[in-house]
């Protein structure tokens, strides 16, 4: 794992490929107790320490990830996200298939818990992407997404749902072949620092197939 940035305050760091955010039933290494244990080593913190997760990535999905070093932090960065101050852009590669060059996905999407799928429905809440291409090869579209709102498997169902799945996703893509990696990551996070209020950009790079197409 990566350390992008730390203070006091923010701890920036880039989540490897399919960790965990936090402890699930799988009992795999998660990213919170990996960075609550790096912090527990470098300052010799006795007992628990505290972190925030403020925002998650998919367990697939790698790229620029923030945690809170403390709760006042937690409920500013928290507000942030509420506000649509927290902003979020990712890469993708997906089947081009006659993809525009650029434009703006609008769906409702609604999450199905019981199976950690979502779908687009006219009962769910509005979810909004700006997207551009960046190059294509073989059918394929290098995407820069500009996320607007941050609902569950957001980017993965809208342009799924449109006939462009991300490569590799073995959940929206029924053409992807198994072991192939989702093509997603989010690469640059914009936030205001909780405490100086300064206006802060994080950046992670990836040239890995089919990235480097």
């Known amino acids: 794992m990566k350390i992008i940035y730390e ?33 527990k080593d470098k300052y ?3 007992g628990n320490v505290y972190l ?3 925002h998650r990535l998919d367990r697939p999905v ?6 809170a070093k403390t709760s006042k932090a937690a409920a500013r960065l928290t507000a942030e996200i ?20 650029r434009g703006q996905l609008v769906d409702k999407l609604l ?20 997207y551009e291409v960046i190059k294509r090869k073989d059918n394929l579209a290098l995407v820069h997404i500009d996320l607007k709102t941050g609902r569950s498997h957001q980017i993965r169902v809208q342009f799924s749902s449109r006939n462009h ?13 198994p072991g192939q990696q989702i ?10 620092h909780p405490i100086s209020k300064q206006e802060m950009t994080f950046t992670a790079a990836v040239d890995r197939y089919p990235f480097n197409i």
């Open 82 to 101: 509420n506000n649509h101050q927290f902003h979020k852009e990712y890469l993708a590669v997906v089947i081009d298939n006659g993809l525009e060059d």
């Open 52 to 54: 925030g997760l403020v």
């Open 183 to 192: 093509a997603l990551f989010a690469y640059r996070l914009t936030l205001l």
């Open 44 to 46: 010799n913190k006795p």
């Open 165 to 177: 799945p991300l490569y590799g996703d073995q959940r929206y893509n029924r053409n992807a072949k």
């Open 62 to 67: 790698g790229g620029v990830c923030v945690f």
């Open 111 to 130: 999450k199905d818990n019981r199976t950690n799928t979502t779908i687009v429905s006219d009962k769910g809440k509005t979810a909004i992407l700006d």
């Open 7 to 39: 203070d006091n305050h923010l701890l920036v760091v880039e989540k490897p490929v399919n960790m965990p955010m936090q402890q699930d039933s799988s009992n795999d290494l998660d990213l919170l107790t990996y960075c609550k244990q790096y912090l």
